[in-house]
């Protein structure tokens, strides 16, 4: 009976800890820690994410580095996807000026792209995701998803809490992250680098220009 008590005693201490947000670590399914530290978006941050098309995870990549980081104010990143065959086209530049609370996702990445956006892809703003946190909703949150139907706001719901697997800084890691939108969006419940791990659009990519994707893997600093 004592022995229960403490289980429980100890997955209720872990909880309120990752509700608050503290820098600790816990064992995780698969053997992978978690990791509840909430490291901030800075230069020099590199994410390799796999493409979704037409809802299916494809083997070609999208490569997001951070530039220069004034976060929430602005940041900067440069975007390529490498080639199938290997080459890599320039990269391109865009500066995310709406992070601290802009509500337009707007996650279509083109090579005609105007270098300064309110557009905050491939992260929600840190507004957004505190609502998420308080309320577990974030109203009129704009995916700014090209359709027929135009851009499309809708109300931004936590539907589920889930450990994202990740690779991070080198080793097997889970992210805790929101699932959200029917499981169009998974956030990384991380205030400081609130990155849309995964995005799955709905549409059809000829219609719409969007892409989704996966992360993979992550370059950062911090305690982790």
């Known amino acids: 009976m004592r022995r229960r008590f403490l289980v429980i005693l100890s997955l209720l201490a872990l909880t309120i800890a ?14 992978y820690e978690v990791i509840t530290s909430e490291p901030a ?9 796999k493409r979704i098309v037409a809802h299916t ?45 802009g509500r337009t996702f707007g996650p279509i990445f083109t090579q005609g792209d105007r270098y300064e956006t309110d557009a905050t892809a491939p ?19 704009r995916l700014g998803t090209v359709s027929l139907m135009g851009i499309v706001a809708v109300d931004l719901r936590v539907e589920e809490e889930v ?10 890691v889970h992210l805790p992250a929101f699932k959200c939108y029917n499981g169009q969006l998974t956030i990384w419940n991380n205030l400081q680098n609130p990155l ?29």
């Open 57 to 101: 995870l494809t083997d070609y990549e999208w490569e997001v580095t951070v530039q220069n980081s004034r976060y929430p104010d602005w940041v900067e990143i440069s975007w390529v996807w490498p080639r199938s065959d290997g080459t890599r086209p320039p990269a391109k530049t865009r500066s995310l000026t709406s992070m601290a609370r």
């Open 18 to 31: 990752v509700v608050l947000g503290n820098p600790v670590r816990a064992g995780a399914k698969e053997g």
């Open 163 to 172: 450990l994202y697997p990740i690779e991070l800084n080198g080793r097997r």
């Open 41 to 49: 978006i800075h230069a020099g941050m590199f994410v390799t994410f």
């Open 196 to 224: 849309v791990l995964e995005f799955r659009p709905v549409g059809i990519p000829v219609l719409s220009s969007v892409v989704g994707w996966k992360a993979e893997s992550m370059s950062i600093r911090g305690r982790v």
């Open 123 to 141: 992260w929600v703003s840190r507004e957004v995701l505190r609502e998420l946190r308080t309320d577990r909703v974030a109203y009129n949150f």
